[in-house]
């Protein structure tokens, strides 16, 4: 496997997807010790990127295969292949609120705020379903808008629950789940067949890693 370029999410998927990278032979103790975005190894060409640009740089052949969370590769809209899940960085796209928001009338309101890093997710929710709802994109500390009256509702991904438990938020509804996965560019998807077919193989192979 080689001439391959591979993005690589930067955050919580990061550690294992180097992990990962390594049980296949390659050699990413840089990413570990430095702060470089571009890293070589075996003939391969590593970039370190942040997760909602990794699906960018896929689609548009700045990498011919990258590994990213689904909730960003969805966000993004990208036109990429997607061959493989790789079981880790399980987590939900929810919709949550303060508790009193409980019940369902939060479904039927007028004029609703909806605070998220996910508008793009968010808004085809919202729409699909005809609920009404103001989309405001934010990029970080979402919990906070309920509480300071920003926004009604927030959008966010979640693990275990216990950010929104802490800031006394509640999960209203889910859109969807997510985990890690293997995407490719479509044009390498045909000019780089064969590698690409290896790659799949060898991380199925290392699927318990």
Request: proline share 2%; glycine share 8%; hydrophobic share 45%.
């Amino acid at each position: 496997m080689s001439k391959l370029t591979i993005a690589l999410a930067k955050g919580r998927l990061l550690a294992p997807s180097i992990k990962l990278v390594e049980s296949l032979g390659y050699d990413l103790r840089a990413a570990r010790a430095s702060r470089k975005l571009v890293l070589a190894s075996n003939g391969a060409q590593f970039l370190i990127a942040k997760a909602s640009d990794v699906p960018i740089y896929v689609e548009y052949g700045a990498a011919d295969v990258g590994i990213v969370g689904q909730d960003a590769l969805r966000e993004s809209g990208a036109n990429v292949y997607e061959p493989l899940v790789l079981g880790y960085g399980l987590c939900r796209l929810v919709v949550a609120g303060k508790r009193e928001s409980q019940d369902a009338e939060w479904k039927t309101r007028a004029g609703l705020r909806v605070a998220t890093k996910y508008p793009r997710a968010a808004q085809n929710y919202f729409s699909t379903r005809g609920l009404s709802g103001e989309i405001i994109a934010l990029s970080g500390s979402i919990e906070l808008a309920p509480m300071v009256g920003l926004a009604d509702l927030i959008v966010d991904v979640v693990d275990t629950g216990r950010t929104l438990r802490d800031n006394g938020l509640v999960e209203l509804d889910e859109i969807f789940k997510s985990q890690a996965a293997l995407i490719v560019n479509r044009a390498s998807h045909t000019l780089k067949v064969d590698v690409i077919r290896q790659l799949v193989e060898q991380i199925e192979s290392k699927q318990d890693f």
